[in-house]
T-cell receptor
Framework: DSGVTQTPKHLITATGQRVTLRCSPR?????VYWYQQSLDQGLQFLIQ???????AKGNILERFSAQQFPDLHSELNLSSLELGDSALYFC????????????FGPGTRLLVL | GNSVTQMEGPVTLSEEAFLTINCTYT??????LFWYVQYPGEGLQLLLK?????DKGSNKGFEATYRKETTSFHLEKGSVQVSDSAVYFC?????????????????FGQGTILTVHP
């Protein structure tokens, strides 16, 4: 158990809909990362937050957004969903948000029908 | 930008066989290198890491050496077990990227599926 929790574990929805994925980092970790794992794109970095502020952005679509709250949990919002958004979404956390070990949650599997 | 290339899989071995999974990287500066493992239905777990050239990371019988001259970080294990069956990801973090610091974001290879038979 990494100490990072993600909810829900599975999500099935329809095209055009909007969903919210939630992540709670390990106790004491200030930085949260979101990654997307799909068969065609592999594991890709989406976005990073540190202590409530956006720190780095990767290949995140404009239809996707995220935030980190004062209690340090984070939410990833996916809107106008398309079939191609079906993937496993991982959250990871680390202490400082620098070059250090990241601890991954179990992931949320999203299926868009 | 940063990139990681892993050997194509899947890899199928018999128990007690020797394992090598090749990983090469492209990065400017001095990135840190990682191997993560993903067991079926689970998230990624850090297997080992190395933060500077010639460092050797090791854990659970797995080893990898950070070779700056060949930009490689190959994963090896002398005798695999059925319980090692998983997907293995090589990744890097840090280095220098256009537009400023890369902070901690990980750049992953495509992953290698390892299956070990009894």
């Amino acid at each position: 158990d990494s100490g990072v929790t993600q909810t829900p574990k599975h999500l099935i929805t329809a095209t055009g809909q909007r969903v919210t994925l939630r992540c709670s980092p390990r106790s004491g970790d200030l930085s949260v990362y979101w990654y997307q794992q799909s068969l065609d794109q592999g594991l890709q970095f989406l976005i990073q937050y540190y202590n409530g502020e956006e720190r780095a952005k990767g290949n995140i679509l404009e239809r996707f957004s995220a935030q980190q709250f004062p209690d340090l949990h984070s939410e990833l919002n996916l809107s106008s969903l398309e079939l191609g958004d079906s993937a496993l979404y991982f959250c990871a956390s680390s202490v400082e948000g620098l070059v250090e070990t990241q601890y991954f949650g179990p992931g949320t599997r999203l299926l868009v029908l | 930008g940063n990139s990681v290339t892993q050997m194509e899989g899947p890899v199928t071995l018999s128990e007690e066989a020797f394992l090598t999974i090749n990983c090469t990287y492209t990065a400017t500066g001095y990135p840190s290198l990682f191997w993560y493992v993903q067991y079926p239905g689970e998230g990624l777990q850090l297997l080992l890491k190395a933060t500077k050239a010639d460092d050797k990371g090791s854990n659970k019988g797995f080893e990898a050496t950070y070779r700056k001259e060949t930009t490689s970080f190959h994963l090896e294990k002398g005798s695999v077990q059925v319980s090692d069956s998983a997907v293995y990801f090589c990744a890097l973090s840090g280095g220098i990227v256009a537009g400023g610091t890369s902070y901690g974001k990980l750049t992953f290879g495509q992953g290698t599926i390892l299956t070990v038979h009894p």
